[in-house]
């Protein structure tokens, strides 16, 4: 199971990287917290304080065509906040 599937860059996100040293991924929907602070410690080898998880349902989405109604839904996902130690930071663009 491929537990951190990817970071979430946002400007809400990038700005409580640098204030809160908090960070968001997208992660496995049956991955717990205890699992993706390991992940996170592996990856990244930092020391991790606390997890909090979001779970959000997909939403319904349509839209009118030429040809009729298309209906669908949006993928359902959860996230995950993580707080980092003291001193600690993730650069997520230094492999560029």
Do not use: H
């Not at 700005?15 to 968001?24: C, D, I, Q, S, T």
């Amino acid at each position: 199971m491929e537990i951190i599937q990817k970071p979430v860059i946002t400007e809400k996100m990038t700005a409580l990287g640098e204030k809160l040293n908090r960070y968001g991924f997208i992660v496995d929907k049956r991955a717990n917290k205890l699992q993706i602070k390991q992940a996170i410690k592996e990856l990244y080898d930092v020391e991790v304080v606390a997890v909090n998880t979001m779970n959000y349902d997909g939403k319904r989405k349509s839209r009118y065509t030429k040809t009729g109604i298309i209906a669908g839904k949006t993928n359902a996902f959860k996230k995950a906040v993580v707080t980092l130690a003291e001193g600690e930071n993730i650069d997520f663009f230094s492999n560029i």
